[in-house]
């Protein structure tokens, strides 16, 4: 079992068990980047759509 805590606050949350572990885990591992996207609203959905665009023009190619 894991208490979430606002850093800036001090202030409990939460407390998660279980499967809300490994979401936890996982937010606070990627927390730099979502701070950026909630910031600044940039992602990088443009170049992954170009990249897909890409891989679906490969696949077409082959036949």
Same mark, same amino acid.
């Given at each position: 079992?894991?208490?979430? !805590?606002?850093?800036?606050?001090?202030?409990?949350?939460?407390? !998660?068990?279980?499967?809300?572990?490994?979401?936890?885990?996982?937010?606070?591992?990627?927390?730099?980047?979502?701070?950026?996207?909630?910031?600044?609203?940039?992602?990088?959905?443009? !170049?992954?759509?170009?990249?897909?665009?890409?891989?679906?023009?490969?696949?077409?190619?082959?036949?």
């Amino acid at each position: 079992m894991t208490t979430i !805590v606002d850093l800036a606050t001090g202030q409990g949350l939460g407390v !998660v068990d279980g499967h809300d572990h490994k979401l936890y885990r996982t937010v606070c591992t990627w927390w730099k980047e979502i701070e950026v996207l909630i910031i600044t609203g940039a992602t990088t959905g443009k !170049v992954e759509a170009i990249n897909t665009a890409i891989k679906n023009i490969k696949r077409t190619a082959r036949g």
